[in-house]
Nanobody, 123 residues
Framework: QVQLVESGGGLVQAGGSLRLSCAAS????????MGWFRQAPGKEREFVAA????????YYKLSVKGRFTISRDNAKRTVYLQMNSLKPEDTAVYYCAANGTPFGERLSAVQYWGQGTQVTVSS
């Protein structure tokens, strides 16, 4: 059994920063690809960022590249999403995701999901 628990969401003004964390419990996920998706009101859940099991490779949605940074600490079983220069269109519930193989941007390929954390960016 795997549990992913996100934290760090909140309300921030446009241009501000937030750091999301996702702590994993249960079986080790140190050999899993991990990432973040988000879902805005009335929209489908979409890919945001992913990181390889060893942290060497990272992937980003084009609209967040250069503003968001994904990282992981396997010793702490935690993945992070540093979000800078936030925009109102970044407002969404952010979900942590993990899978044994690369999932690209496909929701259907993700095996484990967190419960989500709300990020609200005011203009």
């Amino acid at each position: 059994q795997v549990q992913l628990v996100e934290s760090g969401g909140g309300l921030v003004q446009a241009g501000g920063s937030l750091r999301l964390s996702c702590a994993a419990s249960g079986r080790t996920l140190s050999n899993h690809v991990m990432g973040w998706f988000r879902q805005a009101p009335g929209k489908e859940r979409e890919f945001v960022a992913a990181i390889s099991w060893n942290g060497v490779s990272t992937y980003y949605k084009l609209s967040v590249k250069g503003r968001f940074t994904i990282s992981r600490d396997n010793a702490k079983r935690t993945v992070y999403l540093q979000m800078n220069s936030l925009k109102p269109e970044d407002t969404a519930v952010y979900y942590c995701a993990a899978n044994g193989t690369p999932f690209g941007e496909r929701l259907s390929a993700v095996q484990y999901w967190g419960q989500g954390t709300q990020v609200t960016v005011s203009s």
